[in-house]
Nanobody, 129 residues
């Protein structure tokens, strides 16, 4: 059974930083894309970043490019999202997601949320002014 457990959310002032982590189990880590999505109240769930640990391919949404950085620890089956220069617009519940197959994440695209089968419980990130 695939399980994803997020940690690291919280409250931070604008301009601050947070690091989210996603611990995966029950899967062959290198065969899966791991992604971060977020959902703000009243908005659709959007793809923020994703990574293919097999070859290091990463993707970032334009809204977070240059501020967020995704990385993986393959031995621990963990993917982290370092979020710097946070802004109030970054406030959302952040979800870790996984899907089998490399096509779900490329350097220029990420599949939409409904295409991912495995999800964590989500972690709240709140950025205050």
């Amino acid at each position: 059974e695939v399980q994803l457990v997020e940690s690291g959310g919280g409250l931070v002032q604008a301009g601050g930083s947070l690091k989210l982590s996603c611990a995966a189990s029950g899967l062959a880590f290198g065969d899966y894309v791991i992604a971060w999505f977020r959902q703000a109240p009243g908005k659709e769930r959007e793809g923020v970043s994703c990574m293919r640990s097999r070859d290091g391919t990463t993707y970032y949404a334009d809204s977070v490019k240059g501020r967020f950085s995704i990385s993986s620890d393959n031995a621990k089956k963990t993917v982290s999202l370092q979020m710097d220069s946070l802004q109030p617009d970054d406030t959302a519940v952040y979800y870790c997601a996984a899907e089998y197959g490399m096509s779900y994440c490329t350097s220029t695209s990420i599949y939409i949320a409904t295409e991912f089968d495995y999800w964590g419980q989500g972690t709240q990130v709140t950025v205050s002014t």
